[in-house]
């Protein structure tokens, strides 16, 4: 049972484009959404996270948008880099849980030069 | 400030053997979690511990795969015994007990199990 999904699975994009990955739950007790990022041969690290108060989070070349409504999260990369390539995590966590973190299945980014 | 550590980085075991596999927290943290990353299943929780104290045990691995925090700077994860299904990166991960705190993970342990 999938709590939090991605897509796609796997992503092609030219350097300078705008890359979109998709999330979306099920959970409607979530309230916290890390996205997480992991290079090839290391482990994942937090890049970004937005929680149920916010519509939007901005760091730099990465926003997420969130639609509560529909329980749909995407992770927008502006001018997408070669070094962006990596695998994506969203995750979601809430009170409920423990606060434990549910991770989705990842998307792998490659930016071609 | 050191991070996350865990050894071994890599394991071979046969299958059947037991291993032990070690985690040291970041200092401070007290949520401590272990996890096992596999290209087709992904990060998969296999132990939560707050405070020392078993808060998830990962249901379908309980029966081969046992998590303790004997103190709040080290955890072990045992698998016994080993199947070449385990075959995966087993991460360590640890945060602040606040809910919106980020997860640092460890550098993993590469297991093989022949």
């Known amino acids: 049972q999938q709590q939090v999904r991605q897509s796609p699975q796997s992503l092609t994009v030219w350097e300078g484009e705008t890359t979109i990955l998709n999330c979306s739950y099920e959970d409607s007790t979530f309230d916290y959404f890390p996205w997480y990022r992991q290079f090839p041969g290391k482990s994942p690290a937090l890049l970004i996270a937005?929680?149920?108060?916010?519509n939007k989070k901005e760091d730099g070349r990465f926003t997420i948008f969130f639609n509560k409504r529909e329980k749909k999260l995407s992770l927008h990369i502006t001018d997408s880099q070669p070094g962006d390539s990596a695998t994506y995590f969203c995750?979601?966590?809430?009170?409920?849980?423990?606060?434990?973190?549910?991770f989705g299945s990842g998307t792998q980014l490659t930016v071609m030069p | 400030d050191a991070g996350v550590t865990q050894t071994p980085r890599h394991e071979v075991a046969e299958k059947g053997q037991t291993i032990i596999l070690k985690c040291e927290p970041v200092s401070g943290h007290n949520d401590l979690f272990w996890y096992r990353q596999t290209k087709i299943q992904g990060l998969e929780l296999l132990s939560y511990f707050r405070s020392k104290s078993l808060m998830e045990d990962g249901g379908a691995f309980k029966d081969r795969f046992k998590a303790e925090m004997l103190n709040s700077s080290f955890s072990t994860l045992k698998i016994q015994p080993t199947e070449p299904k385990d075959s995966a990166v087993y991460l360590c991960?640890?945060?602040?007990?606040?809910?919106?705190?980020?997860?640092?993970f460890g550098p993993g342990t590469r297991l093989t199990v022949l």
């Open positions: 995750a979601a966590s809430g009170s409920s849980g423990s606060w434990q973190l549910i």
């Open positions: 937005i929680s149920l108060v916010s």
């Open positions: 991960a640890s945060s602040l007990p606040r809910g919106l705190d980020e997860q640092y």
